[in-house]
Every structure is written in C-alpha cells, then in structure tokens.
C-alpha cells in the first residue's frame, strides 16, 4: 500500500517558518510598545511628582529650574507620545502581517487536506475494485471447477 505524500510540503514548511517570522516579529513589536508606554507612565508620574514639590516658599533659582525640568519633560512627553503612535502602527502592521502569512499556511494546508482525502478515496475504490476482481476470479473459478466436475 503507497503512501501519502505532498509535493508542497517543502513550500508548506517555509509558509509556516515565515509565519513564526511574522509571530516573533509582532512580539517584538509589541514589546517596544509597551516599553515605550512603560517609559510614557514613568515621564508623567515624576512631571506630576515635581509639580507637587513646588509648594511652600520658593525662590527664583528653584523656580527657574522648575520651569526648565517641566520644559524637558513636556518635550520627552511629546517625543514619547510620537513614539507610541509609530509603536501602534508597527503593532498593526506586524498583526496584518502574522494575518496575512496565517492564510498563506492555511491555504497549503487545505490543499493538503484535500489531496490526502482524494488520495485516500483512491486508496479505497483501487481496493474495492481489487477485491471485487479477487472475488470475480474466484466465483469463475469455482464455476469452472463445477464445470468440470459435472462433466467428469
């Protein structure tokens, strides 16, 4: 009895490297943005720690380095928040992406699928037809052997 074997199974191997690509690629993206965002809550949480500092009696130095650390920050807020929108993007490219190279390694594996069913069915009615023709050779013989023991 013959074995199954697809054809494409060096084509279908790729599609799936590819698509294990696609899952380390989206989850390096997805690691940069929550780097980012973790960076993101950081940036806020120590602007509002040094607004809340300015209490009480201060003087000019302290509040000119005040305005100039709240400046900073209010450009590494800007930069950060850039940043997480180009994050988001890579994000969804990377998800569009693993999508995408899912259905490529879905469509290899439906093929698959169907040769094997068609090489199955094949499988079946070549020994269907195989016993029958046993069984045929058998009933004409054992109809010749009556045949010649009748007329013995």
Request: hydrophobic share 40%; proline share 0%; no cysteine.
């Amino acid at each position: 009895m013959s074995r199954f074997v697809f054809r494409l199974q060096s084509v279908l191997d790729q599609r799936q490297n590819v698509e294990r690509q696609r899952q380390r690629d989206l989850a390096q993206a997805q690691r940069a943005s929550l780097a980012i965002e973790a960076e993101t809550t950081a940036a806020k949480e120590s602007f509002r720690l040094a607004e809340a500092k300015l209490s009480g009696r201060v003087d000019a130095r302290v509040l000119l380095l005040q305005v100039r650390y709240q400046s900073a920050m209010r450009h590494k807020l800007a930069r950060l928040q850039s940043q997480a929108e180009i994050a988001r993007r890579d994000v969804s490219a990377a998800q569009a992406a693993l999508v995408e190279a899912a259905k490529q390694r879905k469509v290899l594996e439906k093929l698959r699928e169907n040769q094997r069913a068609r090489f199955h069915a094949e499988q079946r009615k070549r020994e269907t037809f195989e016993n029958d023709d046993d069984a045929a050779r058998r009933i004409s013989r054992d109809i010749g052997e009556e045949i010649d023991a009748a007329g013995s």
